[in-house]
């Protein structure tokens, strides 16, 4: 499976409106525990579902399968996919390299990424997202992983200019459990887990829900399990030539709630900036040039 092709969630989630309330009913069966639901005989799919075995051959075709076998190959595909080290993503792409330079292929990828990320996304989902982390009746709580942690931190130190009560939890650290403590109900994590999803990230987002927090996760087109915790889940693609799955898509994400944040309480947002700003200049942090 090449990082260009849909997923077959992303095939299920554009193909909704087509599909028939029984089709409907199994599609969000298979997506309630995607993808393992999808990986056992049809009988046991079909029965889970509380469909009949036609359904679930029908609907397999209208996701552009031949048939249940198919649609498992791809399935078990994307499970490869999600566990794959950087090496044998490296070896997935110099198989079929494109030909020019690094710097036109690797561009393309991203904008790749961007328009097939953008297109599943609901514009009225991030607007919520958005309403949630610029609510200062609730504390933020933003966590990432061992790459991850670096787009944690970006939003991280823009939040804390926007808005109070914003704090980054560390999941590499064995602290990390203290945070849990001052959690109240409507707490809001931003959590950012892609492939190889950490077991950490994922004990701190169910303990975190256990409390009453709602989540947000930033995660991939194979979604962290996270994803089952979560109230709004954005799954961006992240495959470029490399050996390393690029973050420039979630990147984007990231900025554009920075700025829908920022904008939802100008006035508060205005004052603290500059007060910081003040606080610069006392201890000349930043060079003048006047």
């Known amino acids: 499976m090449s990082g260009g092709i849909l997923t077959i969630s992303d095939r299920i989630q554009s193909r909704l409106d087509d599909l028939t309330r029984a089709?409907?009913?199994?599609?969000?069966?298979?997506?309630?525990?995607y993808p393992a639901s999808g990986l056992g005989p049809l009988s046991v799919l079909a029965q889970d579902a509380k469909v009949s075995g036609p359904t679930v051959a029908r609907m397999v075709q209208k996701l552009g399968f031949k048939g249940y076998p198919e649609?498992?190959?791809?399935?078990?595909?994307?499970?490869?996919?999600k566990v794959k080290s950087p090496v044998a993503k490296h070896d997935t792409w110099n198989e079929s390299a494109p030909s020019g330079h690094i710097l036109n292929s690797f561009t393309d990828a991203v904008i790749n990424n961007i328009r097939h990320t953008l297109g599943q996304i609901e514009p009225d989902l991030f607007d919520a997202a958005c309403d949630m982390v610029a609510d200062t009746r609730h504390h933020v709580y933003i966590v990432g992983g061992r790459i991850t942690h670096t787009l944690a931190e970006y939003l991280f130190l823009h939040l804390q200019v926007v808005r109070p009560n914003v704090t980054h939890i560390q999941t590499t650290s064995n602290a990390w459990p203290h945070y849990l403590l001052n959690v109240k109900e409507g707490d809001v994590f931003v959590v950012f887990d892609m492939r190889r999803y950490e077991n950490n990230t994922l004990k701190l987002a169910e303990m975190a829900k256990a409390q009453g927090a709602r989540l947000i996760l930033f995660t991939d087109q194979w979604r962290s399990p996270v994803h089952h915790l979560a109230q709004i889940s954005f799954s961006a693609r992240i495959v470029v030539p490399s050996a390393w799955d690029s973050t420039a898509t979630s990147l984007l994400l990231v900025e554009t709630m920075i700025s829908a944040v920022q904008n939802s309480n100008w006035t508060a947002t205005k004052d603290r900036i500059e007060a910081l700003e003040d606080m610069f200049d006392q201890t000349r942090l930043f060079r003048k040039f006047t």
């Open 71 to 81: 649609f498992q190959a791809e399935l078990r595909e994307e499970l490869k996919a």
């Open 23 to 33: 089709e409907r009913q199994l599609a969000h069966s298979i997506l309630e525990n």
